[in-house]
């Protein structure tokens, strides 16, 4: 056992087949290994190294198995000092980083931290950001002299790896069929918006099918450009599967992550390792293992051409994982680690139990204003806003206890934006401190419905939960006393059982943020806002919370505010002409190349919004329709400086624009102002391309996001993150308000007649489905499905008379 220093680990049955094909050299299996070792291994020679290869037991994937085996391995050989773990990953392709089916990804360190981090699944899914739980250690020296010489090899003579990996299927034939490399055809990245449809088996290309309209366009790549490519950089590792393309787009655009895998992280800390990993799939839900077998392939063909540039005698020189291990083991910090990898049952239970957690937590409630969050702060233009965390009141408030503050703000002032940078700052600060809770709650005009109190109260009880290491049995008691066996109905707790529960998470904490964003748009019919204010401030009486609120300056919620800290928002004029300059690039070439013109634009704007950040892009829209000098000039000295005004010059030109434009514009502005809910942009994109009497949906007419965007002035917004389309702003609805009739007197029949249309279309002819999965497909397929036959009706009542369709 101790003639072998390289340890080589495989999750699968097809990972430990490629490694085992590159094996120069053979030798058989150990005579013994340590009592309890349950690891299967192959041993064999790779250049001048002895190596050991085990494989994950059959069916077991994840963090703790690979822990497990890593743990085996070491007690069996104890002289190993180089880890490398090497198998198949999904890619996380952008336009930074080109990455294809077959490309290798290698973890590479820097900025001090190393190339492999674990993150907590579960709570990414709240606010969709990266918690990072902990960092694989930087693999030996030796390991990563080696990967930056071998960068260079490649960098100037190429590689051969598509050679190597030809010459053994040759040798082995039997391995071709499994571990060619498939057609280049068979390569699609779909768009992230576009699903594999739910339980479906066989081909995702014949199941998905190539329409353009779902493909992301790529470039060909040039025949001297090296195939597969290696990229270097961030693996993320999880005890879940990445398939939701939109998560993988958002967690590897916030750390430049190009890769998602799901054991590394059960060797942090303690078992030095690269992670090299052949890519097969785009982390999304098209998977399938047609690409497996060549990437676990290209992956051992890297590791192969590896150990070849490490001198035996470096390897030799590094220090036994084992005795490493061995630290770690007797720090007294490292005891979480000991628990986690040294016992392999309270690992196991441990999942099991964050199952079940996560399911409580969503049936507390399924609202998530994580993805809220993200939009907004994606809004921000950099540099603004800092104005607010830097002054007195907002210090005052992070750091004194029991404290209130009150924000109110004139309509358009930038609240919104401002508490997303505020939510943020609290979320970077206090990441890690597990004792101090956070929970943030945006209030929607066109989410009344949404939140009553007890979705209010929910949501916090939620948000202070999930932060917790472990479920409080508070929250386990509320959701058993509505879940038992006896209490067949499935009930909902009451305002009083939330807040008794919200009472009890609130003080396991040393100290509780809680953030309400446009108290204005709270739902008020019931009392709902006076309730759930009451609630808070008796909250804040009982534990240790800090209260942020803002809303327009309205009397009855100051009053509630009285003897609090206040701090009024209103846009500087530094804050605006910061994002004027970070928006230059929107407006005609002539202006970008006239400084002076700049200068001009940007003092007559700050100028106009008079505190109101909401008009400043809605003044670039309209100068960026301008087509010379002399008439940007003209449109700086009349511009609008109310809402109202300026919304009135949005719709005029929304009506200059050529008649299909305008037709499609119009169309999509009367839906989504007489919507009965928030539309997802799938459902809005399907309702606008249904005509009036087909039997089913053409997909030429469904517009793409771009046009929507473009074309409707600036009115309406579609949030990436929640993938919802709303209007820009609630001054925009009450504008609406008063001119809907006008600007869209047919409305209600139209609508009623689209959803008429698209429930009657022959698709649907088949009746009810017969089984919950039929359902979520047809769902599914069928976007605007739910909308129209939950809402049909309550359109139908307010037009007379009633569409043929009806």
Same mark, same amino acid.
């Given at each position: 056992?101790?003639?072998?220093?390289?340890?080589?680990?495989?999750?699968? @049955?097809?990972?430990?087949?490629?490694?085992?094909?590159?094996?120069?050299?053979?030798?058989?299996?150990?005579?013994?290994?340590?009592?309890?070792?349950?690891?299967?291994?192959?041993?064999?020679?790779?250049?001048? %190294?002895?190596?050991?290869?085990?494989?994950?037991?059959?069916?077991?994937?994840?963090?703790?198995?690979?822990?497990?085996?890593?743990?085996?391995?070491? +007690?069996?050989?104890?002289?190993?000092?180089?880890?490398?773990?090497?198998? =198949?990953?999904?890619?996380?392709?952008?336009?930074?980083?080109?990455?294809?089916?077959?490309?290798?990804?290698?973890?590479?360190?820097?900025?001090?931290?190393?190339?492999?981090?674990?993150?907590?699944?579960?709570?990414?899914?709240?606010?969709?950001?990266?918690?990072?739980?902990?960092?694989?250690?930087?693999?030996?020296?030796?390991?990563?002299?080696?990967?930056?010489?071998?960068?260079?090899?490649?960098?100037?003579?190429?590689?051969?790896?598509?050679?190597?990996?030809?010459? $053994?299927?040759?040798?082995?034939?039997?391995?071709?069929?499994?571990?060619?490399?498939?057609?280049?055809?068979?390569?699609?990245?779909?768009?992230?918006?576009?699903?594999?449809?739910?339980?479906?088996?066989?081909?995702?290309?014949?199941?998905?099918?190539?329409?353009?309209?779902? $493909?992301?366009? *790529?470039?060909?790549?040039?025949?001297?450009?090296?195939?597969?490519?290696?990229?270097?950089?961030?693996?993320?590792?999880?005890?879940?599967?990445?398939?939701?393309?939109?998560?993988?787009?958002?967690?590897?655009?916030?750390?430049?992550?190009?890769?998602?895998?799901?054991?590394?992280?059960? /060797?942090?800390?303690?078992?030095?390792?690269?992670?090299?990993?052949?890519?097969?799939?785009?982390?999304?839900? +098209?998977?399938?293992?047609?690409?497996?077998?060549?990437?676990?392939?290209?992956?051992?063909?890297?590791?192969?051409?590896?150990?070849?540039?490490?001198?035996?005698?470096?390897?030799?020189?590094?220090?036994?994982?084992?005795?490493?291990?061995?630290?770690?083991?007797?720090?007294?910090?490292? $005891?979480?680690?000991?628990?986690?990898?040294?016992?392999?049952?309270?690992?196991?239970?441990?999942?099991?139990?964050?199952?079940?957690? /996560?399911?409580?937590?969503?049936?507390?409630?399924?609202?998530?204003?994580?993805?809220?969050?993200?939009?907004?702060?994606?809004?921000?233009?950099?540099?603004?806003?800092?104005?607010?965390?830097?002054?007195?009141? #907002?210090?005052?408030?992070?750091?004194?206890?029991?404290?209130? /503050?009150?924000?109110?703000?004139?309509?358009?002032?930038?609240?919104?934006?401002?508490?997303?940078?505020?939510?943020? +700052?609290?979320?970077? !600060?206090?990441?890690?401190?597990?004792?101090?809770? $956070?929970?943030?709650?945006?209030?929607?005009?066109?989410?009344?419905?949404?939140?009553?109190?007890?979705?209010?109260?929910?949501?916090? &009880?939620?948000?202070?939960?999930?932060?917790?290491?472990?479920?409080?049995?508070?929250?386990?008691?509320?959701?058993?006393?509505?879940?038992?066996?006896?209490?067949?109905?499935?009930?909902?707790?009451?305002?009083?059982?939330?807040?008794?529960?919200?009472?009890?998470?609130?003080?396991?904490?040393?100290?509780?943020?809680?953030?309400?964003?446009?108290?204005?748009?709270?739902?008020?019919?019931?009392?709902?806002?006076?309730?759930?204010?009451?609630?808070?401030?008796?909250?804040?009486?009982?534990?240790?919370?800090?209260?942020?609120?803002?809303?327009?300056?309205?009397?009855? =919620?100051?009053?509630?505010?009285?003897?609090?800290?206040?701090?009024?928002?209103?846009?500087?004029?530094?804050?605006?002409?910061?994002?004027?300059?970070? %928006?230059?690039?929107?407006?005609?070439?002539?202006?970008?190349?006239?400084?002076?013109?700049?200068?001009? =634009? !940007?003092?007559?704007?700050?100028?106009?919004?008079?505190?109101?950040?909401? &008009?400043?892009?809605?003044?670039?829209?309209?100068?960026?329709?301008?087509?010379?000098?002399?008439?940007?000039?003209?449109?700086?000295?009349?511009?609008?400086?109310?809402?109202?005004?300026?919304?009135?010059?949005?719709?005029?030109?929304?009506?200059?624009? *050529?008649?299909? #434009?305008?037709?499609?514009?119009?169309?999509? &502005?009367?839906?989504?102002?007489?919507?009965?809910?928030?539309?997802?942009?799938?459902?809005?994109?399907?309702?606008?391309?249904?005509?009036?009497?087909?039997?089913?949906?053409?997909?030429?007419?469904?517009?793409?996001?771009?046009?929507?965007?473009?074309?409707?002035?600036?009115?309406?917004?579609?949030?990436?993150?929640?993938?919802?389309?709303?209007?820009?702003?609630?001054?925009?609805?009450?504008?609406?308000?008063?001119?809907?009739? @006008?600007?869209?007197?047919?409305?209600?029949?139209?609508?009623?007649?689209?959803?008429?249309?698209?429930?009657? #279309?022959?698709?649907?002819?088949?009746?009810?489905?017969?089984?919950?999965?039929?359902?979520?497909?047809?769902?599914?397929?069928?976007?605007?499905?739910?909308?129209?036959? %939950?809402?049909?009706?309550?359109?139908?009542?307010?037009?007379?008379?009633?569409?043929?369709?009806?």
């Amino acid at each position: 056992p101790n003639d072998y220093t390289v340890g080589w680990i495989c999750a699968l @049955s097809t990972e430990y087949t490629a490694a085992r094909s590159f094996l120069e050299e053979q030798h058989s299996g150990p005579d013994h290994v340590s009592p309890n070792d349950n690891n299967d291994y192959t041993l064999g020679r790779i250049g001048k %190294h002895n190596v050991v290869i085990a494989v994950l037991p059959d069916g077991e994937y994840g963090t703790a198995s690979a822990a497990a085996v890593a743990r085996d391995m070491l +007690h069996s050989f104890p002289n190993i000092r180089i880890g490398l773990m090497v198998g =198949i990953g999904g890619g996380a392709p952008n336009q930074k980083h080109d990455i294809r089916l077959g490309d290798i990804v290698v973890s590479a360190p820097s900025n001090g931290k190393s190339g492999v981090f674990q993150y907590d699944y579960g709570k990414t899914i709240q606010d969709q950001s990266f918690r990072p739980t902990g960092f694989l250690n930087q693999p030996p020296a030796a390991l990563r002299a080696a990967v930056t010489g071998l960068k260079t090899q490649y960098e100037e003579e190429g590689h051969q790896l598509e050679d190597a990996i030809n010459n $053994i299927l040759e040798r082995k034939p039997r391995l071709k069929k499994k571990y060619k490399r498939p057609d280049q055809r068979s390569d699609i990245l779909y768009s992230s918006a576009f699903v594999h449809p739910a339980n479906t088996e066989g081909n995702c290309t014949e199941i998905c099918g190539n329409d353009t309209f779902n $493909i992301l366009p *790529r470039r060909e790549r040039p025949k001297d450009e090296d195939n597969p490519l290696i990229h270097y950089g961030l693996i993320a590792s999880a005890n879940q599967l990445m398939k939701d393309a939109r998560t993988r787009d958002k967690l590897a655009a916030e750390m430049d992550v190009l890769c998602f895998e799901m054991e590394a992280a059960g /060797l942090m800390n303690h078992f030095p390792c690269l992670v090299i990993r052949g890519i097969c799939d785009y982390s999304d839900s +098209h998977k399938n293992k047609e690409w497996q077998g060549y990437a676990a392939m290209a992956a051992a063909a890297y590791a192969k051409d590896l150990l070849y540039r490490m001198p035996p005698n470096k390897v030799e020189a590094e220090r036994r994982i084992g005795e490493i291990l061995s630290d770690a083991l007797n720090s007294r910090a490292n $005891i979480c680690v000991i628990n986690e990898v040294d016992g392999n049952i309270k690992t196991m239970r441990s999942k099991l139990d964050r199952k079940q957690d /996560l399911e409580i937590l969503n049936w507390i409630t399924s609202t998530d204003y994580g993805p809220q969050q993200s939009d907004y702060l994606n809004r921000r233009q950099p540099g603004t806003g800092q104005w607010l965390l830097e002054s007195e009141e #907002f210090k005052t408030w992070m750091t004194t206890e029991k404290q209130t /503050l009150f924000c109110p703000g004139i309509p358009g002032a930038g609240k919104t934006i401002l508490i997303s940078i505020v939510v943020n +700052h609290l979320m970077v !600060k206090f990441q890690a401190e597990s004792s101090v809770g $956070i929970a943030y709650i945006y209030c929607n005009f066109q989410r009344q419905e949404e939140q009553k109190v007890v979705h209010l109260l929910a949501s916090v &009880l939620k948000q202070l939960a999930e932060s917790q290491d472990s479920l409080a049995s508070s929250v386990r008691e509320l959701y058993d006393n509505h879940n038992s066996n006896h209490n067949s109905r499935r009930t909902r707790p009451s305002v009083d059982e939330l807040a008794k529960a919200l009472h009890s998470v609130a003080a396991m904490h040393s100290r509780v943020y809680v953030i309400v964003d446009a108290l204005d748009e709270c739902k008020t019919i019931d009392g709902c806002r006076k309730k759930f204010l009451t609630e808070m401030f008796n909250l804040q009486a009982t534990t240790q919370v800090n209260l942020l609120a803002t809303s327009r300056p309205i009397q009855d =919620i100051e009053t509630e505010f009285q003897g609090s800290l206040s701090l009024k928002i209103r846009a500087t004029n530094e804050d605006i002409q910061t994002y004027l300059t970070g %928006h230059m690039a929107r407006l005609p070439s002539f202006v970008q190349d006239d400084p002076s013109l700049q200068t001009k =634009i !940007k003092d007559a704007i700050v100028q106009a919004t008079d505190g109101m950040f909401l &008009l400043a892009p809605l003044h670039v829209d309209a100068l960026a329709q301008e087509p010379t000098v002399g008439h940007i000039e003209l449109a700086l000295q009349k511009l609008p400086r109310g809402v109202d005004e300026i919304y009135g010059q949005a719709m005029a030109r929304i009506q200059s624009q *050529r008649s299909g #434009f305008r037709e499609l514009a119009l169309k999509i &502005l009367s839906f989504v102002v007489h919507a009965k809910r928030i539309l997802s942009s799938t459902e809005l994109r399907h309702a606008v391309a249904v005509k009036i009497g087909q039997p089913k949906l053409d997909d030429r007419f469904i517009p793409g996001l771009n046009i929507i965007s473009s074309i409707c002035g600036g009115l309406i917004t579609i949030d990436s993150e929640s993938d919802i389309v709303r209007l820009v702003h609630y001054t925009t609805k009450e504008y609406f308000d008063k001119t809907k009739d @006008s600007l869209f007197p047919e409305a209600e029949a139209d609508i009623t007649a689209i959803c008429a249309t698209y429930l009657s #279309f022959n698709i649907f002819e088949g009746g009810f489905c017969q089984t919950d999965d039929e359902f979520k497909e047809r769902l599914q397929l069928n976007p605007l499905y739910d909308y129209a036959a %939950h809402n049909w009706g309550s359109h139908a009542r307010e037009t007379s008379p009633l569409p043929q369709e009806v």
